[in-house]
């Protein structure tokens, strides 16, 4: 009868830790890398722990080469691809400017260098794993032929020691009907990530 006890209440005590465990928050999901960046000098960069969407495959020799994290569909590569995803991450270094501030500055800089480019909001992203929302916005950019629309996604997350940083998550394709064809692959990993 005492070894029954003793073995329900472990059994109870390691439920109830599992369940503490499950209902944790989400696991950090960047991580930071230290590259040579000149004479005996390392420079950090930044990349999301991601899963690609289904029929999506993240392009390494790409992605190396530009140094963000480039998805295209499977079989394609960076130079065939339409429409690509890419995942930029960015270090929040200043924690009191808000995500939607860092979307406007970086917004306003895209269109100061794209003067013909056109920007509107949409709806946001809803994250599955309980972060705040994607905010996002279309791109309408008649002046580059490979980038003629996008959508991008501003979000933050976080590395294992608490630093923030901003996701910049974007599609890009050369016709309206390319990001169609691919919006639902784009949203699921927007709301997984």
């Known amino acids: 009868m005492r070894v029954a006890r003793v073995t329900s209440i472990f059994i109870a005590a ?14 950090a999901a960047v991580q930071k890398f230290l590259n040579p960046c000149g004479a005996q000098q ?3 960069s930044y990349q999301l722990v991601l899963t690609p969407p289904e029929g999506w495959e993240i392009d390494k020799q790409a992605s190396r080469q530009n140094k963000i994290q480039i998805m295209v569909p499977n ?7 339409d429409p690509l995803i890419y995942v930029e991450v960015f270090y929040h270094r200043d924690k ?8 406007r500055v970086s917004n ?7 003067t013909k480019a056109k ?3 949409l709806a946001p992203v809803e994250r599955s794993n309980g972060k705040p929302p994607f905010i996002r916005f279309a791109f309408d950019n008649p002046d580059k032929a490979q980038q003629a629309y996008e959508i ?4 933050i997350d976080s590395d294992k020691d608490g630093n923030e940083f901003v996701l910049d998550v974007v599609i890009s394709g050369s016709s309206k009907e390319a990001l169609d064809r691919a919006d ?10």
């Open 42 to 44: 390392l420079c950090a």
């Open 96 to 103: 009191q400017q808000a995500l939607a501030e860092f979307a």
């Open 108 to 114: 306003a800089r895209w269109v100061a260098a794209n």
């Open 14 to 27: 390691a439920f109830a830790a599992a369940l503490i465990f499950c209902s944790a928050p989400a696991r």
């Open 119 to 121: 920007i509107s909001e």
């Open 152 to 155: 991008g996604a501003f979000g």
């Open 75 to 81: 079989g394609a590569s960076f130079a065939t691809a």
């Open 184 to 193: 639902a692959a784009y949203v699921t990993l927007l709301k997984a990530h």
